[in-house]
């Protein structure tokens, strides 16, 4: 897992707290699928949602949680895995195996679902929900997990894996590149002036800005790497809800999208809106996500996960 350690009280609590909260903020920012008809809200007042006052911060800016995930995907991978890179403790096969098994499988099951739904709301409204592109090239596209390597035509399926996609090229870039260049600093500031120079002559794209965040994570820990240790002051009790909530924010932010289109699909045989500005839908549909988050996490994730490791060993 490569936002754990191998030892399962080797764990960053500041950092997995921060994850879920971005996670958070993701969903709220995509709370607004419930008012599109096709790929546009209708009729949206966006300080109309559920605590708009407490949330709004997420409900305006939400979309900047991907850049935080960057920021934190390159913090962890740099603390866990530079040393043993480098030093050539762990090899391609290990770490790639490592990165399919926490990656995949989820990825592989929810790309079929929404396939199911999308094709049924489809056949009710002839158009998709949200995401318009489930064609035969994008669904392809997603199942090798390059749905937003420029190649598509736009988002698909289950739209928020562009970022997972995204990242993908980054753990190749992160193991290939300390292997080649070692691990240094001015690698990593090499790389982020690069990115930065990319928006200087209008040459950017989202691969690049993940790339960027996630190497400005990575300078994090070589400036901060004395500060950046586990947490063993912290109650256990306190530990296990931080470490819970860590370890549900990739299950849920691939579980979140398929909901939607669940709850939209069902509302829509009932023949009645979706009340998504009523605060218990808010809760219902964030209790159900998380709930079906840490359900997934534990119950489907973990076990094949083992299986994986254990069978490519």
């Not at 991978?77 to 926490?102: N, Q």
């Not at 289950?158 to 240094?184: A, K």
Request: contains cysteine.
């Amino acid at each position: 897992d490569g936002f754990k350690g191998s030892n399962p009280s080797d764990k960053l609590l500041g950092l997995e707290f921060v994850r879920f909260v971005a996670a958070f903020a993701v969903l709220l920012w995509h709370y607004q699928h419930f008012s599109f008809i096709a790929d546009m809200p209708v009729n949206f007042v966006i300080k109309n949602q559920p605590f708009y006052s407490v949330f709004w911060m997420f409900y305006e800016y939400g979309f900047y949680g991907f850049q935080l995930f960057w920021v934190l995907s390159g913090m962890i991978f740099f603390f866990k895995y530079k040393e043993l890179v480098s030093k050539k403790i762990i090899g391609a096969r290990s770490f790639f195996v490592l990165r399919f098994s926490r990656l995949y499988p989820l990825h592989l099951v929810t790309l079929l679902f929404v396939c199911l739904l999308q094709s049924l709301y489809f056949l009710k409204y002839n158009y998709y929900f949200v995401y318009q592109y489930n064609d035969l090239k994008h669904f392809f596209l997603q199942l090798f997990l390059a749905s937003h390597w420029g190649f598509q035509s736009g988002l698909s399926f289950n739209g928020p894996v562009w970022s997972i996609s995204v990242e993908v090229i980054v753990y190749f870039l992160f193991f290939f590149g300390i292997r080649i260049f070692g691990s240094s600093i001015l690698v990593n500031f090499v790389i982020i002036a690069l990115c930065a120079l990319s928006w200087v002559i209008k040459f950017h794209s989202l691969i690049i800005d993940s790339i960027g965040f996630f190497y400005f994570g990575g300078c994090l820990v070589f400036l901060l790497k004395s500060r950046v240790k586990n947490d063993d002051h912290v109650a256990q009790k306190v530990r296990n809800i931080v470490e819970t909530l860590g370890s549900i924010t990739y299950s849920s932010y691939l579980l979140h999208f398929p909901i939607q289109l669940f709850i939209a699909l069902f509302c829509g045989y009932l023949n009645r809106k979706i009340p998504f500005y009523s605060d218990y839908f808010f809760f219902a549909f964030m209790g159900t996500t998380f709930l079906a988050g840490y359900l997934v996490h534990h119950k489907f994730e973990k076990p094949v996960q083992s299986w994986i490791r254990s069978f490519l060993k």
